[in-house]
């Protein structure tokens, strides 16, 4: 069988740096990736057959594990049929009837190929609902590598060590406002400089691409007060946390908080909670159940401007194909049917509880924060809320933990600045014998 190692170093000679995307290429924590040959539930299998537990799950699609019977099964009945028509097909009609039944926010969807393009053409139909040029993001958000939105942008750019690419046109980047997470104050004075010129807010409302962040209360409430007041939308970023962190994404968590809110008004002592509706919001990931899928979608009278109803250009080749359709209806039906996110949030703190005390008892300081599926490792002793604090982690301590727990058969993401994700496949001896294994790499350390 061939090695990872010799696949390496065939890539490198064909692919720059052996790699399709640059964080797979382990620079961040150093030697060389695995390449795998199968994965299965909660596991990888390697090319040298090593089973890992893995804790990036496809970088998030995979809530269901790898390789889910109902999703394969999916895709093979679609296949029977041919793999792309280049006309409307009915899978893509289910899709949008179950984007819109999840998600009240979204009341027309059009589906693309990939986050990087429904977040790109979200931007282009807020500059083209509101005629105006600017946009606002956070630093350490990642919304995909499209020109506008590649500044100050977390996940593998950040890894890298250069935050802005080469190659993008400083007249571009002029049109991008980047300030900080959680800081409504920023916010505010962003709009005061620049009246009348803000087209959209584009926002990850939990940010899980400089680590995983989450808002502060009233933040993400402040964010829907001042661009409704100024005319510019709101775009909430959910192609990570849509249907991870509940069926309607972090809209939805905010929603559910807010009506629990309203029941008990007072004995809580907690800031009131308030639902956040968007305009516009960017899907991807868990919809396209392990196959390239994007999709936008939002209030009607916005997505009515996209052609061929209006004149904001976006299309796509292979968009709505039927075994990327057919994949995502199943991921979605299942998570309908076992509603598994408190099952989930049970397995995060397991993790979380395992590390925390690890570190505890070794006295080292570590920052964990956890919802549901999602979670970081931060060893630093500043509390995490933006992407300042985030780099305080220390790069040099997460990487020996990585190699102890790969060594081990625990894959993490292979950086201190990327979100671990857990699966309903993760329940079990694999989540303890994984919990086992990162109290001893603390341990270790
Ligand atoms: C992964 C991600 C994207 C980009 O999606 P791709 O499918 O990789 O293009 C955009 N936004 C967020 C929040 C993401 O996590």
Known sequence: MTSSESLFARAKQLIPGGVNSPVRAFRSVGGSPFFVRRAEGAHLITAEGRTLIDFVCTWGPAIHGHNHPRIRAAIAAALDNGTSFGTPNPYEVEMAELIVRF???IQKVRMCNSGTEATMSAIRLARGFTGRDKIIKFAGCYHGHSDSLLI???????THGHPDSAGIPASFARETIVLPYNDCLALDAAFAANPGQIAGVIVEPYCGNVGFIMPEAGYLAHLRTVTAQH??????DEVMTGFRLHKAGVQGLLADEAAAAALEPSTTGLQPSHSVVPDLTCLGK?????????AFGGRADVMDLLAPLGPVYQAGTLSGNPLAMAAGIAALRLLEEQNPYQRLDALGRQLREAVLSAATAKGLPVQVPQRGSMFSI???????RDYTSALTGDAALF???FHTCLEQGVY???SAYEAGFLSTAHAGADLDRACEVMAGAIKAL
């Open 399 to 401: 990487r020996r933990f």
């Open 231 to 236: 005319g510019a939308l709101l775009i909430f």
């Open 412 to 414: 993490l993401a292979p």
């Open 378 to 384: 931060f060893f630093t002793e500043t509390p995490v």
């Open 152 to 158: 100050k942008a977390g996940s593998g750019a950040l």
């Open 103 to 105: 998600v009240p926010s």
């Open 286 to 294: 868990i919809i396209g159940g392990g196959l390239p899928v994007g």
